[in-house]
């Protein structure tokens, strides 16, 4: 019966922690404020807006989330490319985005480059506002 009782608080627990998130807005990050839903940027081709998904509900395509693939092709690949060249996440391209828009320099004064080195089907489907597309060698 104890077992039975704690099975049943786990489970309800579980499902009290999974809808109190449902309908909730969904922030670029935590850093930017609850509020901050989406970040504005104008560039060369236009305005545009980065913001999240908001369906609390959405997955990840299957296709994402396998996590055994076999090597060739699919190695671990090291974090940096090369020597003086930057390899950013979700933040920091967002923060690049937003200083290229505004026409502002890196510290030393150098401009900012955001390359987006996805291959042409994948660019087709949609590009980083203001980044130049130079595709990965698979």
Same mark, same amino acid.
């Given at each position: 019966m104890k077992i039975k009782s704690i099975l049943s608080f786990v489970? =309800? !627990?579980? @499902?009290?922690?999974s809808t109190a998130y449902a309908d909730k807005p969904v922030a670029i990050s935590k850093a930017d404020g609850p509020n901050s839903?989406?970040?504005?940027? !104008? =560039?060369d081709v236009g305005s545009h807006k980065i913001m999240r998904n908001? #369906? #609390? /509900?959405?997955? =990840? #395509? %299957? +296709? @994402? +989330? /396998?996590?055994?693939? %076999?090597? %060739? %092709? @699919?190695c671990v690949q090291p974090m940096q490319l090369r020597p003086g060249v930057e390899t950013i996440g979700e933040q920091e391209i967002i923060h690049y985005a937003v200083m290229q828009s505004k026409g502002q320099r890196m510290p030393d004064g150098s401009e900012i480059m955001v390359i987006d080195s996805r291959t042409p089907d994948w660019t087709a489907k949609g590009m980083i506002p203001g980044a130049v597309n130079i595709p990965r060698l698979i």
């Open positions: 489970l =309800v !627990s579980m @499902f009290t922690l839903l989406e970040i504005g940027i !104008s =560039v908001q #369906n #609390n /509900k959405n997955t =990840v #395509n %299957p +296709a @994402f +989330a /396998k996590t055994s693939r %076999p090597c %060739p %092709p @699919f």
